[in-house]
């Protein structure tokens, strides 16, 4: 079989102009079998009076050039036919140094960029080079060849990837999408009249590796450049903690993390080289909870034995143990500017400790059952609690009084996070959804559904676009705050997510599980590429269905795309 690069390149020394000529004369003149037309004689010379009369071929001897273009065209075809490039998929794996070696011969030869243009657009002629045209565009893609301001009009393309594609100021009208991953895709003032595209990937985050475990905790680090997990991946990054790792924690300056797992043990750790700083022994039933303090010096400690324990992260050793209170502390937060620590209890309760003084200064009551989660607002401003009592309270924090107390979940409030705005707070629950609260006017904002399972786990990205969740389900989803839709999921990993945190960056995650170490993978280059573009748009009368069913028109409109349904009469 013919190298299919030795196939393009022949397209070498056609006049590009005779591409868009062909298309047009194909589509109005209706012809599917157009290999045929453009071998007879008297087709080639009703299209010659149509390039003629366009004045498009500028050379001496314009008739017999224009025969050897056309008739080299269609031999160019006809080669194509008889490759596995016209029948098979080359978005495949199988096919991925294959395309990579095609890419680097390519490369600068833009005639034959302008070729696989021109079989892109056959795809709206003839149905059976759907996925040669597949290919041929899933390339130009690839290659990251200028695909603006072109004429794609009725294209169809099928079971492709098409991330990061660039369709600035092109025509995609009639245009039918089908099993095609969108990820970044750029159609900023582009024209999407009568589209159908359907069965979409867009927005994919990173797949972790699938082996079959539960995932525990996920963990950011600060600059954004790891992902954490105590779970069982390839890419280990800390192992050898007895017993499930339960949690992990990063200091804020990224150098340490902090671990603690079902033998009632707490681990600090050195990110840098990987290895285990000390054991850390006091807590003689389960931990609940562990927080390093905003300077990185104080770890806090809360669990089953009823205590909060304060440890010196630079000597290793424990200097206070908090009691008296009564029952299991569970969630231990924080506050911004260090002085304060708020833990809540069994009881429902939420206790305020002066972290100098080592004394109580308040008891917030506004719960009737277990504080699950608590967390500050990223100004110090706002302590929000969740409760098993199905409620979330907002609290004053310097006032110490509750502004409002939230209603709507129908199960135990798993976990409660701040937007990094402090605008927006959301929680997680044990009745599988995610509620996304105005922490300004305690109003329900959404409820985002989609997990099958508890929801034990939510964090906002840097940039409060983006919102995570982890599920006893088995996944890790994401989900764009301001439209509610759910992103492409994290869905066949098989593993329990307890814990997700984003870093300053979105570069990272971490996630911790049930297989006693803890893993780390980088998140960065999946998700570089996975935000739509429609900015100046127009779009009428056209759908672009996810594999999940979600019709992206909204979000598309959000993002500066003209919807013109509405002005149809």
Request: glycine share 6%.
């Amino acid at each position: 079989m013919e190298d299919i690069f030795e196939i393009l390149v022949q397209s070498k020394g056609i006049d590009q102009f005779i591409y868009s000529e062909i298309i047009e004369t194909l589509k109005r003149e209706n012809i599917s079998n157009f290999i045929e037309f453009l071998e007879q004689a008297e087709n080639l010379q009703n299209c010659q009076s149509y390039v003629q009369v366009m004045n498009l071929l500028e050379f001496d001897n314009q008739q017999q050039t224009f025969y050897e273009n056309i008739r080299k065209v269609a031999k160019i075809i006809k080669k194509i036919i008889e490759h596995d490039f016209y029948k098979k998929n080359y978005s495949d794996e199988i096919y991925n140094q294959t395309i990579e070696n095609l890419i680097t011969k390519i490369l600068s030869q833009e005639e034959i960029v302008g070729f696989l243009k021109f079989v892109t657009c056959l795809t709206a002629i003839d149905d059976k080079f759907i996925q040669c045209g597949s290919n041929s565009l899933n390339l130009l893609v690839k290659m990251k060849a200028d695909l603006s301001q072109q004429c794609f009009q009725n294209i169809k393309i099928q079971n492709t990837l098409l991330i990061g594609a660039n369709f600035e100021k092109c025509d995609l009208s009639g245009s039918q999408f089908e099993n095609v991953d969108i990820s970044g895709i750029n159609l900023n003032n582009s024209k999407l009249f009568h589209c159908k595209w359907n069965n979409l990937k867009t927005l994919e985050l990173p797949i972790l590796d699938r082996q079959g475990c539960s995932i525990f905790s996920v963990r950011f680090s600060p600059d954004g450049k790891v992902l954490l997990s105590s779970g069982q991946y390839k890419s280990i990054c800390f192992w050898s903690q007895k017993g499930i790792v339960l949690q992990i924690c990063f200091s804020l300056d990224g150098t340490k993390l902090a671990s603690f797992s079902s033998d009632n043990s707490i681990r600090l750790w050195n990110v840098k080289t990987r290895k285990t700083i000390s054991k850390l022994k006091g807590h003689n039933a389960a931990i609940q909870s562990i927080c390093f303090s905003p300077d990185g010096y104080t770890l806090a400690s809360s669990g089953h034995d009823q205590t909060v324990r304060l440890w010196n992260v630079q000597n290793k050793e424990q200097y206070k143990k908090l009691s008296g209170t009564g029952g299991t502390k569970y969630s231990v937060c924080f506050s911004p500017d260090g002085t304060t620590l708020a833990f809540g209890s069994v009881y429902g309760s939420i206790y305020l400790w002066d972290i100098k003084q080592g004394q109580q200064q308040s008891k917030l009551e506004g719960h009737s059952n277990i504080v699950h989660s608590i967390c500050f607002s990223t100004d110090g401003t706002t302590l929000a609690s969740g409760s098993f009592d199905k409620t979330i309270c907002l609290w004053d924090f310097k006032a110490r009084e509750r502004k409002f107390k939230l209603e709507g979940h129908t199960h135990c409030v798993n976990q409660v996070c701040f937007s990094n705005d402090g605008a927006i707070l959301a929680s997680c629950c044990k009745d599988k959804s995610i509620r996304l609260w105005n922490v300004d006017t305690g109003r329900q904002l959404s409820k985002l559904d989609g997990h099958t399972d508890w929801v034990y786990s939510v964090c906002f990205s840097p940039d409060n676009l983006t919102l995570a969740t982890g599920s006893y389900d088995q996944s890790i989803r994401f989900w764009d705050v301001n439209s509610g839709l759910q992103y492409e999921n994290i869905d066949d990993q098989k593993f329990l997510v307890n814990q997700k945190c984003f870093s300053n960056e979105i570069n990272t995650q971490k996630s911790g599980s049930y297989d006693n170490v803890i893993h780390s993978q980088n998140f960065k280059s999946g998700l570089q590429k996975t935000i739509v573009q429609t900015e100046g748009a127009s779009i009428q009368k056209s759908e672009f269905i996810t594999h999940q069913g979600i019709n992206l028109k909204g979000l598309f409109k959000q993002k500066g795309a003209y919807i013109l349904d509405q002005l149809i009469t």
